[in-house]
């Protein structure tokens, strides 16, 4: 095949006869656009079709300029140098891959202006690269999430255990997986809604729908994969939580579309992200008490209530030009007076629920150490520093931990 191809480049003149060319006069390497322009004959690719190859190929023609290079043709300094050509360019397209790989780089929770940067996790360093975009889709480096929707599972399941004795720690890894699929899902339909407002803003233009990583066809195969694994987790519980637990899809779904609508999509998401409180204590009970489970429930979206105005300051400005709303925008700089409110409102629903679960004294001074950091966030956050705001609200796990405890606790006590 090379034979055949240095023949016709002879023929076409692209590789030099003269034997009297100094090697001086080879232009510098990796010069191929020179050697395009100062070689290629000027005819069209139907005239020539060896234009084709070496305009795809330009390691070919600056191989035959070295093989031409002081009187003859050296096959071996063409294989060379045609050899090295091929590695040039593969070089180049390993580094478009990398600048490619680049806008997977995900904008920290509380990254870009005000104090935002770029990381690389663990998915970028150790999950192959065709996996990598759904595993940034399902958010799977940023497992706060996670843990905000899985607090109320165990708060509940905790609850729900008989006095003295300890919680059901199968049903809680399976409210964890739970937990980690409905996150995903739930993220995965968000992107898909968002995609053209992901792009004007600042800490999610990197998605993978809105950098072009992903289709949304793929997003929606993805999203079909997700619920089928999350259907196998709902089939384990009993009659009453397979229902209750199918009702809340409806919230999931809805979800993305209500910053279109209200200034309170935060209270929609409480509704949706604390839906575990409930489903906990149905899968151990096989019913519901609305005297524990309601407050409970009630405590855990006046808790997202603050969390999630905390987290929606750092997109203000970028809502504002896209014309999305949220209870950041709703607050103003009122933001600290209403989070007091929904702070004080979710520890009341808690005392209440702990009281009619008739639990023991170490839930209420675990309740106090919590309300302690409820305070210290509603009261410290700069709201105008999106750093400071995502700390916070990151810092929200411990929140569900220290309850956690106190149930935990409390429960055995009793």
Known sequence: MIPYLVSRALRNGIISRSRSRSRSLLPPWPAHEQIVSQKLPKTSPKANPNIIFTTHYPCFLDASAAAGVGGGFNFAAFSLRFVQGISTVSSKEKDEEENQENGRRRISEGGGRGGEQAVISWVDLYLPREARPYAHLARLDKPIGTWLLAWPCFWSITLAATPGHLPDFKMMALFGCGALLLRGAGCTINDLLDRDIDTKVERTKLRPFASGLLTPFKGLCFLGFQLLLGLGILLQLNDYSRIL???????VFSYPLMKRITFWPQAYLGLTFNWGALLGWSAVKGSLDPSIVLPLYLGGVFWTL???TIYAHQ?????????VKSTALRFGNLTREWT???GIACIGSLVLSGL???????????LAAASGHLAWQIWTVNISCRAD?????????WFGALIFSGIFLGRLWS
């Open 315 to 323: 997109d203000k400005e970028d809502d504002l030009k896209v014309g």
């Open 389 to 397: 705001c995502n700390r916070k609200f990151v810092s929200n796990k």
């Open 306 to 308: 603050v969390y999630d």
């Open 356 to 366: 009619n679960a008739d639990i023991g004294w170490p839930f209420y001074a675990f």
């Open 340 to 342: 007091t409110g929904f």
């Open 245 to 251: 637990g199918a009702s809340s899809l409806f919230l």
